[in-house]
């Protein structure tokens, strides 16, 4: 019937009008249903076909400093950006040529937010649709429109609005979320009359922009950019396209050029791979960090190395409550043995800049609050004794395992900042040194757990990265 229907379509109003009942009849269908699905075929033939012009590559070998210099002064020229977020757009852009090659295994999405409208987020898609290959913006995109455009064009999405649209729509994270490794980026969806399975490509480029955050999962397999509204003394230039396309043009031309030149390099290559850095976010950033080691800029590898940092850094799952109590848990912990569960929660409350002074309607964080959180840990009070007090309360080794686990970087935001003194209140309960805490059982707990300094990041070094730092461009002999 599809194919009928598709025939149909092609026909001039007059052939149609000569033809329709009998065809309606043939298909076995009312004229006025007919009539309904050829005027929709006909809307979609008329509809804009996606169409994508391939650069002609830059005819010269084109130096990646100079190329990622270029990027990022263009994106600056029109967006008020951090450093650290000019840096990973730039080198996203970049990222997005060598999509359709072999060379990088892990896509990780671009998510602009801000707190509020009129912060600049389209104007960063706007200026990225300028420069990134097959770029393809929209600013709404439904689940079987997104999986069939990327599998047919493998396009550089760019979805502005999301917060719109996307939080209430799970099978389209679901889609977006799949994407994020290559070889199992794909969805499989019936097509035809007889729902014939098949496997669409869900592999490409995607940046997303947005009012508030993302989901876990997608933020999990995204590299922030946020952006705050523009003061008044930072000036940018308005961005039209019409006077910026041949520039673009050139940019787009460079890039195609670099890519083809490199992607074999960039696919081979270990990037070194700050420690500070959790596993997702290593796997998000070393393909950029990678891009910028084979440029071979000194510059923009102690660049990409510091907004890796900066926006990526700060231990595993930052935003989750648990992890965020283990760690607030572990600073208010420095050199003690054990806490009361009421000392504890009174401490975490005094911790500035941290939720839980007010974290349920307004008042502090409860001692079941908390027991309640680390229960996922499998982290519970006990009866603990300091001479003639006894209550509940928590031992430091208690949260050892969880610590290792959870909170593997010891110079995370999170860690400890001293190594000498821990937070106190002045009637502070915390047990430090082998002080007489116990359990019920009379059981004297040694000191086990001392904080561990903060280790200091040494910028462009030769040190091997995460994965060996096998191909570092410092190493002698290695190529680009």
């Known amino acids: 019937m599809i194919g009928a229907i ?23 269908v009312r004229p006025a249903t007919l009539d309904a699905e050829v005027k929709k075929a006909r ?168 009012i508030g955050n993302l989901s876990d999962t997608l933020e999990d397999r995204s590299i922030l950019i946020a952006l705050q509204r523009r003061k008044a003394g930072e000036p940018i230039e308005r961005l039209r396209a019409v006077d910026v396309a041949d520039h673009a043009e050139q940019i787009k031309s460079m890039c195609a050029r670099w890519a083809d030149d490199h992607a074999a390099s960039v696919g081979g290559w270990e990037p070194y791979l700050p420690s500070e850095l959790h596993d997702r976010a290593i796997d998000n950033w070393e393909p950029l960090l990678a891009i910028a080691e084979v440029a071979k800029d000194k510059e923009w590898v102690k660049a990409a190395r510091e907004a890796a940092l900066k926006l990526s850094g700060g ?37 500035d800049d941290r939720p839980w002074a007010r974290w349920h309607k307004g008042n502090p964080i409860s001692t079941n609050a908390i027991a309640r959180l680390l229960k996922p840990f499998k982290i519970g009070p006990t009866t603990i004794r300091d001479n003639q007090n006894v209550a509940k309360g928590y031992k430091s080794e208690f949260f050892a395992d969880a610590w290792e686990r959870y909170l593997k970087k010891e110079n995370s935001p999170y860690a400890p900042e001293t190594t000498v003194t821990p937070l106190q209140r002045s009637n502070h309960a915390g047990f430090s040194g082998k002080t007489n805490v116990t359990t019920e059982t009379g059981v004297t707990v040694e000191n086990r757990r001392k904080p561990a300094p903060v280790l200091d990041c040494n910028g462009v070094t030769n040190e091997s990265g995460g994965n060996g730092g096998l191909r570092n461009f410092y190493e002698p002999g290695a190529d680009g």
């Open 6 to 28: 598709a025939e149909l379509a092609q026909l001039s109003p007059m052939e149609y009008d000569r033809a329709r009942k009998a065809k309606a009849k043939e298909l076995g």
């Open 315 to 351: 231990g595993d799952d930052n935003d989750d409550a648990g992890v965020a109590l283990l760690a607030d848990i572990r600073e208010v912990f420095a050199g003690n043995d054990a806490m009361f569960s009421k000392d504890l929660a009174a401490d975490l409350a005094c911790l």
């Open 43 to 210: 809307q979609e033939n008329d509809a804009t076909t996606i169409q994508f012009v391939e650069p002609e590559p830059w005819p010269q070998s084109v130096d990646g400093g100079v190329l990622l210099d270029t990027v990022r002064a263009f994106i600056l020229r029109y967006v008020a950006i951090t450093d650290a977020g000019a840096v990973a757009a730039s080198l996203w852009v970049i990222l997005s040529w060598l999509h359709p090659t072999l060379a990088i295994h892990i896509s990780p999405i671009l998510a602009v937010t801000s707190p509020q409208k009129r912060c600049g987020k389209t104007t960063l898609l706007r200026a990225l649709s300028l420069l990134v290959r097959y770029s393809l913006p929209t600013s709404n995109v439904t689940v079987a429109a997104l999986f069939r455009a990327v599998d047919k064009y493998q396009p550089t999405l760019l979805i502005d609005e999301a917060d719109t649209f996307l939080h209430e729509n799970d099978e389209l994270r679901g889609i977006l979320n799949s994407g994020h490794v290559r070889e199992s980026a794909g969805v499989i969806r019936t097509v035809g009359d007889d729902h014939e399975p098949r496997q669409f490509s869900t592999w490409s480029a995607k940046a997303i922009a947005l």
